[in-house]
């Protein structure tokens, strides 16, 4: 009896320390069929950056803390994730921790505590690149960038923690002609993924020229954070959140007056014009998106390029053109975004490398394309057939058949075991194979192979030397 009850308390402390497996909120697996679906995209974002000639570039998944703080505004920087410092082996790094914690209690940073986080986006990092690099690097720089970022946001439908940018930047270049060159990639990439878009544009010397208006440039920061939160809130909370940041009534109704503007692209930068007349910063923003919209012929019918002047971008580096795409049709944030940033690498010591670049918003671009059933069939494709395994000598045969399939790019599998027909038959359901070669003992010495269709039930027989030409 008290043997029994041991192992009966033994056995309950084990289910206690099993834990069911978990993944951090904000992240999510991916498995075949969507990894097939995701490369998809991506692989159609990097023939088009390719056609435009740009290269690709890879940065690590930290940077130093001191890279990152400061560079994306003050709501940005509370989402960077940051990263502790490692070892705790030996006293002394454990009383500079334990030092460093108290710090942090007190609201201040610490270096003893963490030096490193993970990156936010790409811009940043390329910006450090091109600043560490600048002498080796053809100007201008066109670089690409595939990679996953993080940010400590509120996970939400199309807003993860860790997720996939896709960027593409010119650096060393203050021609407007990049700008328009980025916005036909925006287009042919949306058009090749049938994905139909408004293209918005604006220019923070707009929104820096109604800052002036509103009291001066110290203004701009809080006016861009509220404005770019219009779409989320509305606009009487936007108006209660510059009254929250210091602007008063009159300075308030210049912005809604100015979030009021209405019309085509041509109606729109006549009233900006109206406007700012005087203010030189002012009518040089009008001039760049005019030059834009005179000179951005689209020729894509699901892509419509729209001056937008409520949109902001708050992040701090922007200074110019700055760019938002947003899928039509779907209750989903942007698809895209960027800007022109002109001196990005001075925050890092070298001035005056000017550069415009965008990105693609991958994960939300899934999003879409699920809900509007946008994905080709062939991206599901993986196996092409799956040879039965009936024999230790059919196996044999059926492996070198295999090796000839695969070097004409036709995928396949030998099932690991001889099983049973349901079994096997299973297993190419599960795994969404069109078709199974069936190879027992007559056939081996016949030399032919019986090919079957799962969804049509059709075989066909074919010999071993037929076999790559029927038509998988």
């Known amino acids: 009896m008290v043997h029994r009850q041991h192992h009966e308390r033994q056995a309950m402390n084990y289910e206690q320390k099993i834990m069911k497996p978990t993944i951090p909120q904000g992240t999510r697996d991916f498995g075949p069929e969507v990894v097939r679906k995701r490369s998809y995209i991506f692989n159609t974002i990097r023939t088009v950056f390719e056609l435009y000639g740009f290269q690709p570039l890879e940065t690590p998944a930290m940077e130093n803390l001191d890279t ?41 940073s610490s270096k003893d505590i963490t030096e490193r986080a993970l990156r936010y986006d790409l811009t940043i990092p390329f910006a450090r690149y091109v600043a560490m690099n600048h002498q080796q690097l053809a100007m201008p720089f066109k670089r690409y960038q595939v990679q996953p970022v993080w940010r400590a946001d509120r996970p939400q439908k199309g807003r993860y923690r860790e997720f996939y940018q896709c960027d593409a930047d010119v650096v060393g270049s203050r021609s407007l002609l990049n700008e328009l060159e980025l916005v036909n990639m925006y287009a042919t990439v949306f058009q090749k993924l049938h994905i139909p878009v408004e293209i918005r544009i604006n220019n923070r010397k707009i929104l820096a020229a109604l800052a002036d208006r509103c009291g001066g440039a110290e203004k701009l920061t809080d006016i861009t954070i509220a404005i770019d939160k219009l779409d989320k809130i509305g ?10 940041r ?20 041509e ?58 795409v947003k899928a039509l049709g779907v209750q989903i944030g942007s698809i895209g975004g960027g800007g022109r940033y002109d001196d990005l690498t001075g925050l890092f010591g070298v001035p005056d490398v000017p550069g415009v670049g965008i990105s693609f918003g991958v994960d939300r671009i899934y999003d879409v394309m699920s809900e509007l059933d946008l994905f080709p069939g062939e991206t599901a494709a993986g196996t092409k057939i799956l040879f039965f395994n009936l024999g230790e000598a059919e196996a044999a045969k059926a492996m070198e058949l295999a090796q000839q399939l695969r070097s004409k790019n036709i995928s396949c599998e030998v099932f690991h075991e001889n099983a049973k027909f349901d079994k096997q038959f299973k297993y190419a359901e599960k795994k969404a194979i069109p078709y199974v070669a069936i190879l027992g003992s007559r056939e081996l010495e016949q030399g032919i192979v019986n090919i079957k269709n799962l969804a049509s039930g059709e075989q066909q027989q074919v010999t071993f030397e037929q076999l790559a030409e029927a038509g998988f």
């Not at 070892?87 to 002394?92: H, R, T």
């Not at 606009?235 to 929250?244: A, D, N, Q, S, T």
């Not at 109606?267 to 951005?296: H, M, R, S």
């Open 68 to 108: 990152l703080m400061g560079k994306y505004g003050e709501e940005g920087d509370k989402l960077i994730f940051k990263i502790l410092n490692n070892g705790l082996d030996n006293e002394a790094k454990f009383e500079k921790t334990k030092a460093g914690f108290e710090k942090i209690m007190g609201g201040k």
């Open 235 to 244: 606009i009487e909370k936007v108006k209660e959140e510059l009254r929250g």
């Open 267 to 324: 109606e729109k930068l006549t009233q900006l014009k109206a406007i700012f007349t005087g203010n030189e910063t002012g009518l040089k923003g009008v001039e760049e998106l005019k030059y834009i919209v005179d000179n951005c012929h689209l020729s894509t019918a699901n892509c419509q390029l729209s001056l937008d002047v409520t949109l902001a971008r708050g992040l701090n580096y922007y200074t110019g053109t700055i760019f938002e």
């Open 246 to 265: 210091g602007l008063d009534d009159t300075q308030v109704q210049i912005i809604e007056s100015f979030l009021n503007i209405t019309g085509s692209n």
